[in-house]
């Protein structure tokens, strides 16, 4: 098994969770706002609360390249 990325979240199943998030928002081009959504979306879940601490967000939002598209981190 390859090693899991760490997004900053608590658990293995979080990171995973944020990678595949990550994974298929730079598939998609999506942007840091529709991404954030999605972190606050699973951050409902209990296991996933952390979703979005600032830690995290500042890890996916440099992952999904949104600061070299100069998006605002602050949505």
Not at 15 to 33: E, H, R
Not at 54 to 64: G, L
């Given at each position: 098994?390859?090693?899991?990325?760490?997004?900053g979240m608590?658990?293995?199943a979080g990171?995973?969770?944020?990678?595949?998030?990550?994974?298929?928002?730079?598939?998609?081009?999506?942007?840091?706002?529709?991404?954030?959504?999605?972190?606050?979306?699973?951050?409902?879940?209990?296991?996933?609360?952390?979703?979005?601490?600032?830690?995290?967000?500042?890890?996916?939002?440099?992952?999904?390249?949104?600061?070299?598209?100069?998006?605002?981190?602050?949505?």
């Amino acid at each position: 098994m390859a090693d899991i990325q760490d997004y900053g979240m608590f658990t293995d199943a979080g990171n995973i969770m944020v990678g595949c998030i990550v994974a298929g928002a730079k598939a998609a081009n999506l942007t840091w706002s529709q991404v954030y959504d999605m972190l606050h979306t699973i951050s409902r879940i209990e296991e996933y609360g952390e979703a979005t601490d600032t830690a995290v967000r500042e890890v996916v939002y440099d992952a999904i390249g949104a600061g070299e598209r100069d998006e605002n981190f602050w949505v």
